[in-house]
C-alpha cells in the first residue's frame, strides 16, 4: 500500500522515472504489485518542489504564467513565460535553455501556445498583441496581430479546413481565431455560459464533432469541438437551469433532448439550432434525467423527475408515449437504457434506493423493484458479463450491485469494502475479463470480478478522495482524485 502511495506522489511531483523504480521495489511478504502509475497531475503540489529548470538570464524574474511545448529542429523543448515580456525556450533533454529569450513583445505577455506553419515550429504569444515566433531562428514572423480591445490572456492552437489557427482570448471578453499563415483575423467569438454549466452530451452534426452544454443561465448552446466555435445562436426555451442533455438521430437529423428545472423537456435540431415542435410537458417538478434509445425503429427519450415518474417521448412526433411509468412515489434520480435479448429498456434509481427495469416497448416493469440498497441509490450503470446484460448500482449504504437484467435477479454479493461513501461505479474489461470499478471518498479504489464478484487484486489507496473512475482501452484505469487525475497500467 505504501510503496504504490510513494509511486503515486513520485508521479505527482513530476518524477516517472523515480515513480516506476519505487513501483518495481519488491515488498517481503507482499505479492508483487498489479498496477503502475503511468502518469499523474500535480496541480495541488507546490511548483517549488517539482523538477525545475533554471534561467541563464540574470535578468529571469517573476512567476512562470505560461508554458507550452514543441519540436524545434527535431529537437523536444518547452517555451516559459515568466511575469514580464520574456519568453524562454528550453532543451527538454538536456535541460539548457536554448539561446535567448523572446524579448520584443509590445508590452507584457500572458500566455503561448505552439504549432507548425508552413513546416516550420512556431510559437504564438498573446500579452498587449498576439506574435508569432519562428523557433528555429527566434525570430518574430510578420507583425503583430492586433485586435483584442485589452489584453490576450490565453492562446491555444489548431487546424480549420487544414490551415493553421490561432485562438486567442482577453479582457474584452471576446473569442478571436487568427489564420497564422495570413495573419488574418478569421472570425470572432461569442461568449459562453454566464452561469455554472450543469450537463453536456456529445454529437456530430454535418460531419463536425460538436459538443451539447447547458447550465444555470437558462441556456442550451452547441460548440464545434474541431474550432472551439459556438455553432449558431444559443438555444433559449427553458426559463430555469438546464440540468440533463442527451442526443440522438431523428429522420437523419442529429438532436437534442434536454430537461430543465422548469419541468419541461425541449428537442433542438443541432444542424440548424431550431426547437422541434412544442415543448414536452409531462413531469410537474424537476426533470433531473434524459437518456435516449429506439423502440420499434422510433428514437425516443426517457426522462425522470422528482415528480417520481418515468416518461417516454417519441422524438419525431414530440409526443409522449403511453402513460407514465409510475413506481413508487420518489424522486428519479438516474436513467439508463439498453437491449436486453433484442428489448430496449431503461433502469431507473429512485432516492429510496430501489431500481426499476422498464421494458420501453410494452411499459411493463420487468420483475419487481430491486430493493437491495438500504440507503439512497446515487448511479447507474449497464454493462455485459459472460454475454448478460447486467445493471450495476452504486448506492449511499456503501455496496455496489450487479443485476441480471433478463431475469431481474441480484448477481452475487454486494460488493463492500469501502470505508466511507462510494462515489463512483464504471464497468469495463481488464485482461479480458469484465470487471466493476468502485471509487469512495476514503481514498481507495477497488477492481470486482463482475461475474463472480470477488476482488481482485488489492484495493489502490489515494492521497484524496476519489470521485471518478473510467475503464480505458487497454485495462487502464483513469482515476480523479481531489484535484488530480493519473492513469494506471497493468504490469
Not at 524545434?72 to 529569450?101: F, K, M, N, S, Y
Not at 486567442?168 to 478569421?186: P, S
Not at 469541438?225 to 455553432?231: F, H, N, P, S, W
Not at 473510467?470 to 482524485?481: D, E, I, K, T
Amino acid at each position: 500500500m505504501r510503496r504504490q502511495l510513494l509511486a503515486l506522489d513520485a508521479a505527482r511531483y513530476g518524477d516517472m522515472e523515480l515513480a516506476a523504480r519505487i513501483g518495481a521495489v519488491p515488498v517481503v511478504g507482499e505479492p508483487a504489485p498489479r498496477w503502475q502509475v503511468e502518469w499523474s497531475t500535480g496541480s495541488q503540489v507546490d511548483a517549488r518542489a517539482r523538477q525545475v529548470m533554471t534561467a541563464n538570464d540574470p535578468g529571469f524574474g517573476g512567476g512562470v504564467c505560461a508554458v507550452a511545448t514543441a519540436v524545434a529542429d527535431g529537437r523536444p523543448v518547452a517555451l516559459e513565460i515568466c511575469e514580464g515580456d520574456e519568453v524562454h525556450v528550453w532543451d527538454l533533454i538536456t535541460g539548457d535553455q536554448i539561446g535567448d529569450p523572446l524579448i520584443d513583445h509590445d508590452g507584457v505577455v500572458y500566455a503561448v501556445a505552439t504549432t507548425v506553419v508552413d513546416g516550420r515550429s512556431v510559437a504564438v504569444t498573446g500579452g498587449n498583441a498576439v506574435q508569432v515566433w519562428d523557433l528555429a531562428t527566434g525570430e518574430q514572423v510578420g507583425e503583430p496581430l492586433h485586435g483584442h480591445d485589452g489584453v490576450v490572456r490565453a492562446v491555444a492552437t489548431g487546424e480549420v479546413e487544414g490551415r493553421p489557427v490561432a485562438v486567442t482570448v482577453g479582457d474584452d471578453k471576446t473569442v478571436r481565431v487568427w489564420d497564422l499563415a495570413t495573419g488574418e483575423q478569421t472570425r470572432a467569438l461569442l461568449h459562453g455560459h454566464d452561469g455554472v454549466v450543469r450537463a453536456v452530451a456529445t454529437a456530430v452534426v454535418e460531419g463536425r464533432p460538436v459538443a451539447v452544454t447547458g447550465g444555470h443561465d437558462e441556456t442550451v448552446r452547441v460548440w464545434d469541438l474541431a474550432t472551439g466555435e459556438q455553432i449558431g445562436a444559443l438555444l433559449h426555451g427553458h426559463d430555469r437551469t438546464v440540468s440533463a442533455v442527451a442526443t440522438s438521430v431523428v429522420d437523419g437529423r442529429p438532436v437534442a433532448v434536454t430537461g430543465s428545472y422548469d419541468e419541461t423537456v425541449r428537442v433542438w435540431d443541432l444542424a440548424t439550432g431550431e426547437q422541434i415542435g412544442t415543448l414536452l410537458h409531462g413531469h410537474d417538478r424537476t426533470v433531473s434525467a434524459v437518456a435516449t434509445s429506439v423502440v420499434d425503429g422510433r428514437p425516443v427519450a426517457v426522462t425522470g423527475g422528482h415528480d417520481g415518474t418515468v416518461r417516454i417521448w417519441d422524438l419525431a412526433t414530440c409526443q409522449e408515449i403511453g402513460e407514465p411509468l409510475e413506481g413508487p412515489p420518489l424522486e428519479v434520480w438516474a436513467v439508463a437504457t439498453g437491449v436486453v435479448e433484442g428489448r430496449p429498456f431503461t433502469v431507473t434509481g429512485s432516492e429510496d434506493g430501489t431500481v426499476q427495469v422498464w421494458d420501453l416497448a410494452t411499459g411493463e416493469q420487468i420483475g419487481n423493484p430491486r430493493r437491495g440498497h438500504s440507503e439512497d441509490i446515487s448511479a447507474v450503470e449497464t454493462g455485459d458479463v459472460e454475454g448478460r446484460p447486467v445493471v450495476v448500482t452504486d448506492g449511499e449504504d456503501g455496496t455496489v450491485r450487479v443485476w441480471d437484467l433478463a431475469t431481474g435477479e441480484q448477481i452475487g454479493n454486494p460488493r463492500r469494502g469501502h470505508s466511507e461513501d462510494i462515489s463512483a461505479v464504471e464497468t469495463g474489461e481488464v485482461e479480458g475479463r469484465a470487471v466493476t470499478v468502485t471509487v469512495g471518498e476514503d481514498g481507495t479504489v477497488e477492481v470486482w470480478d463482475s461475474a463472480t464478484g470477488e476482488q481482485v487484486g488489492t484495493e489502490l489507496r489515494f492521497p484524496a478522495p476519489v470521485f471518478a473512475v473510467a475503464v480505458a482501452p487497454g485495462g487502464r484505469l483513469a482515476v480523479g482524485f481531489g484535484h488530480e487525475v493519473a492513469v494506471l497500467s497493468l504490469r
